[in-house]
């Protein structure tokens, strides 16, 4: 009987799922950068044995019920899981469109799970939260970089990677270049960063090695991708150094996406603690938004604006500086008191708009058409004069003297004198595209920009010691000014370039071994150079251990004058410089591990580079002052590595060592006069006339201005064991010594040496809300996500780094050197909020 009923029963429900009917949902899966994901679970919620995946494309499709609410699941290793609910008619088959952001469970800088990440030499993803959060004085996404590679200054967001300068590095928000202010001359005058991290989505930089598809510069590349929102939501930022607010959204259809950024950052509190006390105004805003709208599945508009505006004015008092190391004459504390008349007062203002069209006519081929316009806007009035006395300080506290100059050894006066405006328009047209073709991946581009440049130099400086001008000419009885500029040039130049690159799949199952084959080509219409610059990588993961993969990368990197290239120390443009040129060699490991239930991950390369055609450079604080020839030869090769873990859970942390040598030969001579061994000058008599014997000699190889054997970066997170809502973050860098040029020297090239940078930043941070925390609906603060508070302690060991030095001469007209230091200790308060 109980076998017939359960027939009978099993009949009826056969019947059941016969009659019940279904509906069907298909779509697309794509990811942040509107990438195809393949391998995506989808599943119906509570019902995990029936489900889909994703194919190469990124499609799926999958039968669910109807007449009934549920709900659908899209997870993917990696990626935040996303579920969406739906309600079908019998037979109805609904189309979605699917973007999954990248998940929170990152390996400091690296997503661990992404082998695009790994495969590619050099590249290091880095989190835009972390930008958010870091505690530094320039803050923002350069901050975090800086960790990486090292730095020589707090108070700029530039950076030198591997020996390269400041020039050297390629910067790109939503695939169009951006620049920085050219007229700076100290990090103090700089305002903004381009780059707002609360806008990024994915923050890629590259320290060496880069594909074809990125530009022709010797360095690196900054690859910025702002986001793309899919719901309301915003912040605000709140400190005694800068103000933030940002909002994004979408429509109800997610065909339109907005985000709008705007900051204010004032630097009077910390520019008030160094050496020269005066009074200083430095102001910065700007303003950014992104716009995207999606037509239809195959075309998508997208709109980038930004418009940034820096003021920088001081009117100085006086500075009091003091230094040790000044001649092997003196080993008592030597001084220099400095008092100001005068005042300077600088302008730069940015503007970039950008259009892109996409359209992907099938789902393997990505076209993109871009077009953008770029404005700088730069004037720089300077109008200072300086008294000064030098000499032993009295550092005896008990003394009636104590902090005075008591034994002066100089004095004197000088003037800076400029006014300077430079103004750059760059107008770009490019066409992107890439193909997928299974095994193949190509890609390919093709870019005209012109570039209008309009600039005026007048500037001027005296110098005065022991009552007399410099330099003084004895022999006609004049006097001169010390320097003198005076010029203008209107360049317009064409530019054409374009690449193309085949990422290629070696293997026959997976992408255990990957060869990228690229190229580039250049011209300038300014100096009617043309060049073609092949590139290649090649990364494999033995079978042996899947969790380590090895890379190899070579090519040849040039580097087209843009402005100051052209401009030697005489202010002069010279229309035959040509590029600078670099053989790059780079190999390396990447090999992810476990222990203690913690990831891990470490990072080694090593490269060597060959240049020619260098245009030797100075840099005096941020100031790179070219020679204006292409008549050195360089070198630069290294050792990298990084630990990447997480000290404790959810807590981003890493270790960043490098080692480096790079030095040059300048093709340029010097006159030395000879002495004998009583140290008396040679001479001979010729003509009646004694003449000192002088022998052409050249400098041989150098320290270039960026040889910095040593740099560490440490960055730190941690939270209280018992409270993950209070955490610590600390960012350390310590940089070895680097050589400082006498400027305008070939024959004191080297003359000096700045010391060690070391540099350690603390924030202590407390959520104060969070989603969780109970408010009432009347609460000012119901509509936050989050409020953390933070407390922050620059320069926490205090340490006066040194950032250049100014010269000086005393009665006997011999040449001392006075250290120009940075910021000392200082503390900052910043209160962020989410909604």
């Known amino acids: 009987m109980r076998i017939l009923t359960t027939l009978v029963l099993s009949f009826f429900v056969l019947i059941g799922a016969a009659q019940k009917k279904f509906a069907t949902v298909s779509g697309k ?69 699917i973007r999954m952001e990248k998940g929170n469970i990152t390996l400091t800088a690296v997503t661990v799970s992404s082998e695009n990440i790994r495969t590619e030499l050099g590249k290091v993803d880095i989190n835009p ?81 880069f594909s074809s598809k990125y530009g022709d510069k010797m360095s690196s590349v900054l690859d910025i991708q702002y986001k793309k929102p899919k719901s309301f939501g915003g912040s605000v930022s709140l400190s005694l150094l800068e103000q933030d607010i940002h909002l994004e959204g979408s429509s109800q259809n997610n065909r339109f996406t907005y985000l709008l950024g705007v900051r204010n950052k004032n630097n009077s509190n910390l520019l008030s603690s160094q050496e020269t006390q005066g009074n200083y105004s430095p102001s910065s805003n700007d303003i950014q938004s992104y716009l995207t709208y999606k037509l239809n599945e195959k075309w998508q508009l997208e709109l980038l604006g930004i418009y940034s505006s820096t003021r920088f004015s001081v009117i100085p008092e006086s500075a009091q500086k003091t230094s040790s190391v000044f001649s092997p004459f003196y080993t008592a504390n030597l001084g220099l008191d400095i008092f100001f008349e005068g005042q300077e007062k600088d302008a730069y203002n940015t503007n970039m708009i950008g ?123 004049t006097n001169n000014i010390y320097s003198f500029l005076n010029s203008t040039a209107d360049l317009s130049i ?68 843009f402005y100051r290239e052209y401009r030697g120390y005489d202010g002069l443009i010279n229309p035959n410089v040509k590029s600078q040129k670099s053989l790059q060699l780079v190999a390396g490991m990447d090999y992810n591990f476990k222990k203690s239930d913690r990831p891990f991950r470490i990072t080694t390369e090593v490269y060597y580079k060959n240049m020619w055609d260098v245009n030797p450079y100075d840099i005096d604080n941020v100031h790179i002052q070219y020679f204006g020839n292409n008549n050195a030869k360089a070198y630069a090769y290294g ?54 014997q002088v022998i052409p000699t050249k400098l041989g190889w150098v320290r270039r201005p960026t ?30 010594n680097l050589p400082y040029n006498i400027p305008g020297s070939v024959q004191y090239r080297n003359g000096l040496t700045i010391d060690p940078y070391i540099r350690v930043d603390i ?16 609460n000012p603060f119901s509509g936050f996500k989050s409020i953390w508070a933070s407390f922050e302690v620059f320069n926490l060991i205090d340490r006066a780094n040194v950032i250049s030095y100014q010269l000086v001469k005393d009665f006997s007209n011999t040449t001392y050197a006075i250290p120009n230091r940075l910021t000392p200790r200082l503390v900052n308060f910043k209160i962020i909020g989410t909604f």
Request: proline letters at 3%.
């Open 29 to 97: 899966i794509v990811d942040e950068n509107e990438n195809p994901l393949a391998k995506v679970s989808v599943v119906i919620l509570g019902n995990l044995k029936h489900g889909e995946i994703t194919n190469d494309s990124g499609y799926f499709k999958i039968k669910v019920p109807s007449n009934e609410a549920f709900a659908l699941v899209f997870s993917c290793a990696g990626y935040n899981t996303f579920q969406k609910n739906f309600l079908l008619s019998t037979n109805e088959n609904e189309t979605v469109g």
């Open 639 to 692: 050792l990298e590595t990084r630990l990447y873990t997480q000290l404790i859970k959810d807590a981003e942390s890493w270790l960043s060592i490098g080692i480096m040598k790079t030095m040059e030969n300048i093709d340029s001579l010097y006159y030395n006069v000879y002495k004998n061994k009583e140290g008396e000058v040679i001479t001979a008599t010729t003509k009646d006339q004694v003449v000192a």
């Open 129 to 209: 939260k972390n930008a958010v959060q870091l505690p530094s004085t320039i803050g923002g996404v350069e901050g975090l970089i800086k960790i990486l590679v090292g730095s020589n200054s707090e108070l700029t967001s530039q950076y030198s990677v591997r020996g390269g300068n400041y020039d050297e590095n390629l910067i790109y928000i939503n695939d169009f270049e951006v620049f920085r202010p050219y007229l700076v001359n100290n990090g103090q005058q700089e305002g903004l960063s381009l780059i707002n991290p609360d806008l990024a989505r994915n923050v890629s930089f590259y320290n060496g090695g």
């Open 355 to 477: 259009l892109t069209v996409i359209h992907q006519p099938t789902k393997k081929l990505k076209l993109r058409w871009m077009a953008n316009y770029f404005n700088d806007n730069e004037k720089e009035n300077e109008d200072i004069g300086g008294t000064y006395l030098f000499g032993e300080r009295d550092f005896d506290r008990s003394s009636a003297t104590f902090g005075q100059i008591t034994n002066p050894l100089g004095a004197g006066f000088y003037q800076n004198y400029s006014r300077n405006s430079l103004n750059i328009d760059v107008w770009n047209f490019s066409h992107k595209g890439s193909l997928d073709a299974g095994k193949h991946f190509i890609q390919w581009g093709l870019t005209f920009e012109q570039n209008n440049i309009k600039d005026k130099l007048y500037q001027w400086e005296f110098q005065d010691s022991a009552g007399y001008s410099l330099p003084y000419d004895p022999a006609q009885n």
């Open 494 to 561: 064409q530019k054409y370039s374009g690449y193309l690159q085949d990422n290629i799949n070696l293997s026959r199952t997976n992408k255990s071994v990957l060869l990228q084959l690229g190229t580039r080509f250049n011209y300038n219409s300014f100096n009617k150079e043309f060049f073609v610059t092949p590139r290649a990588q090649f990364s494999i993961k033995p079978n042996w251990n899947k969790e380590m993969i090895f890379k190899f990368a070579a090519g040849t990197y040039y580097q087209p004058p």
């Open 763 to 778: 924030g202590f941070s407390a959520l104060l809300l969070d989603e969780k925390s109970t408010r009432r609906s009347h």
């Open 707 to 736: 040889d910095r054997l040593v740099t560490v970066g440490l960055y730190l997170q941690d939270y209280l064991s018992t409270n993950k809502n209070f955490r610590v973050h600390l960012n350390t860098i310590v940089g070895s």
